[in-house]
């Protein structure tokens, strides 16, 4: 993961609306809480394709982890706070103390835990602002797919969730918006 972690720490450092959007999660002092999915993986595609830096599109997946809180309403009420903040972001708070349930797993035992068993390699990357202003980075997969463009399903996607990976993919229009993506599946 070394090898493009510095990498991907300047082009969110160096973003000031995603920036923005980091500090206003740090605020909250969420138990193990992170900004993943497309806010991480459209910004290295868009950069890698020359788009420049593009607004946020979709959902800021914001994502946490606190099984003593697993109330979905509570994930709805952080969402109400940081749609309070000047912003244009569609924010998406989840639990993920919670989210096995919906996924047919077994619990979760942290954020990054969870991130094994999200569909892409690509999207299973989390980032935050630490204490030090330092960007965190957390990719149980690595970052080499994400930034080699590469667009693979995790393990838990290779086989009897495949059709959801494929779904996935045509779904978000991603071989189309970004030209240059190798699709890799296994038969």
């Not at 973003?15 to 138990?31: E, G, H, N």
């Not at 509570?74 to 639990?95: A, C, G, I, Y």
């Not at 994400?146 to 995790?154: A, G, K, S």
């Amino acid at each position: 993961m070394m090898k493009y972690q510095e990498a991907l720490q300047k082009l969110l450092l160096d973003d000031p609306i995603r920036m923005k959007a980091l500090y206003a999660v740090r605020a909250l002092k969420l138990s193990d809480g992170w900004i993943s999915a497309g806010f991480v993986r459209d910004a290295v595609w868009d950069c890698l394709h020359g788009y420049g830096q593009r607004p946020v599109s979709g959902d800021v997946d914001v994502v946490w982890f606190d099984p003593e809180c697993r109330n979905p309403a509570h994930d709805s009420d952080l969402e109400e706070r940081l749609s309070q903040r000047p912003s244009t972001f569609n924010w998406s708070v989840k639990n993920q103390a919670r989210m096995h349930q919906r996924n047919g797993d077994s619990p979760y035992l942290s954020t990054e835990n969870a991130l094994r068993y999200w569909p892409e390699t690509a999207t299973a990357v989390a980032v935050r602002v630490g204490d030090s202003n330092l960007i965190e980075i957390i990719a149980p997969y690595g970052l080499d797919d994400l930034f080699e463009l590469r667009l693979r399903p995790t393990p838990p996607f290779e086989r009897e969730k495949l059709t959801i990976f494929k779904q996935r993919v045509a779904a978000k229009r991603w071989m189309e918006r970004y030209p240059m993506l190798q699709l890799i599946v296994s038969t």
